[in-house]
């Protein structure tokens, strides 16, 4: 099929550019979420980044293990939070999860130190 042909159920994709995904189905032409894509290849339906297609995972696992994490602070999101010891015990980290291949945003969360990913 065509690369930009549209199909009942999205776009037919065939960016490649090493690692990138070939010959795609977007599942989700408005994207799942602004950099986040759901895209079916081969039979197999798979996370990808939004920007530059690198696939990540099937949705059975957490994206974020299959991305660059970047762990600060949590006053990293917001200098005006000031000290967080005034409102709980627990340190709390604020994320960015970005692509392996763009470096691009995917997701950012905030969660309390040593819990697994949300
Ligand atoms: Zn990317």
Known sequence: ?????????????????GGIFTDCVVLDPDGLTEYLDLLERDGSV?????????LLCPPSENYK??????????QAANPLIGDLKRFIDAEVLFHQFCCLACSGLIENDVCRAGYPLL
């Open 1 to 17: 099929m065509p690369v930009g042909e549209q199909t009942m159920s999205g776009f037919v994709c065939g960016i490649d550019t």
């Open 46 to 54: 798979l996370f990808a980044c939004a920007r530059c297609g690198r």
């Open 65 to 74: 293990g299959h991305a660059h994490r970047i762990e600060r602070p949590i």
